[in-house]
C-alpha cells in the first residue's frame, strides 16, 4: 500500500507536470520550444526515453521553476507521457476530425520537415492542442477494473479473511463506498503511474478510466467539475479507511 510520503510526492510531482503543461500552452510551444528531432538519441528505446531526452533538450528554454529537480525526473516524465493517456485516444482518425486550431498553427509556425514525429513528440505536441475529452463507453468498464485492482492491492495487505473470489460480492456492494474507492483508487493509480515505464503496456486498456475517476472525484454538488477541487493527502487517507471499513462489515456480515 502506498505510504503518505509516496501520495505526497505523487501528487506533488502530478501537480507540477501539470503547471508546466498549462506553462507550455500558454507560450504557444512552437515559439518557445524546439520540436525539431535534435533530441533523439541513440538510448532513446521508447518514448520514456524520448520524452526525457526532449525534456533535456529544451531545458534552457523552460523557466526554472518549472524544470524538475534530478530525483523527480522520472516521475515528472511518468507525469507527462501519461498527459492525455489517460483520456485515452489512439484513434487516428478521430484525430484528424479534431486537429485543433492550435495544433495547426504550430505546425505552419515549425518550418516542414523540422519537425520531430517520434512517438513521444508526436503524441504529446498533438495533446497539447486538443481538451479532454468525454468519457466514453469503454472508461466505465476501465474505471471499474482500476477499483478492483486497487480493492485487490487492499485486500492482500488488509489482513482480513477476505479473497480475490470475495471481489465481485464487494464490488456489486459498493455503492455504499463508491465515491471513497473512487478517491482511493485515483490515488492509488496515480503513485502506480510514479512507476508508468513498467506498467503502461499492460494497462494501457484500463487508463480511459482515470479520467472518468476524477470527474466522479472533482464533482460538486451542482454535477460540475470544480476548478478548486483539490485532493489532499488527508482525504485520501480517510477514503481508504472508509473502504476498510466496508471490507470489514463484508466480514461481519458474512459471521452474522
Ligand atoms: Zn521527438
Ligand atoms: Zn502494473
Not at 485543433?100 to 505536441?125: H, I, M, T
Request: net charge positive.
Amino acid at each position: 500500500m502506498p505510504s503518505p510520503q509516496e501520495i505526497q510526492r505523487a501528487l506533488d510531482i502530478h501537480g507540477q507536470a501539470y503547471l508546466f503543461i498549462d506553462w507550455l500552452r500558454n507560450a504557444r510551444c512552437g515559439d518557445v520550444l524546439r520540436l525539431d528531432q535534435g533530441h533523439r538519441k541513440e538510448s532513446d528505446l521508447n518514448f520514456f526515453d524520448s520524452a526525457a531526452s526532449w525534456l533535456e533538450y529544451n531545458e534552457d528554454r523552460i523557466p526554472s521553476s518549472l524544470v524538475p529537480s534530478a530525483e523527480d525526473r522520472k516521475i515528472f516524465v511518468s507525469m507527462l507521457v501519461s498527459f492525455r493517456m489517460t483520456s485515452g485516444d489512439y484513434d487516428l482518425a478521430y484525430r484528424e476530425r479534431k486537429m485543433s486550431q492550435y495544433w495547426k498553427s504550430l505546425v505552419e509556425r515549425v518550418p516542414a520537415g523540422n519537425f520531430c514525429e517520434c512517438e513521444f513528440c508526436d503524441r504529446f505536441v498533438w495533446r497539447l492542442g486538443n481538451f479532454a475529452r468525454n468519457p466514453e463507453g469503454g472508461s466505465g468498464r476501465a474505471a471499474l477494473l482500476l477499483k478492483q485492482s486497487a480493492l485487490r492491492a487492499l485486500l492482500k495487505e488488509s489482513q482480513l479473511p477476505l479473497v480475490e473470489g470475495d471481489l465481485p460480492e464487494i464490488l456489486k456492494r459498493r455503492g455504499m463506498f463508491d465515491n471513497e474507492l473512487s478517491i482511493w483508487t485515483y490515488a492509488w493509480e496515480l503513485v502506480r503511474r510514479c512507476d508508468y515505464e513498467q506498467h503502461w503496456y499492460t494497462h494501457r486498456q484500463v487508463e480511459s478510466g482515470v479520467l472518468l475517476l476524477w470527474r466522479r472525484i472533482a464533482r460538486n454538488r451542482q454535477g460540475k467539475i470544480s476548478p478548486e477541487f483539490l485532493l489532499t493527502v488527508e482525504r485520501i487517507l480517510a477514503a481508504r479507511d472508509h473502504v476498510v471499513e466496508a471490507l470489514q462489515r463484508t466480514v461481519k456480515r458474512r459471521m452474522a
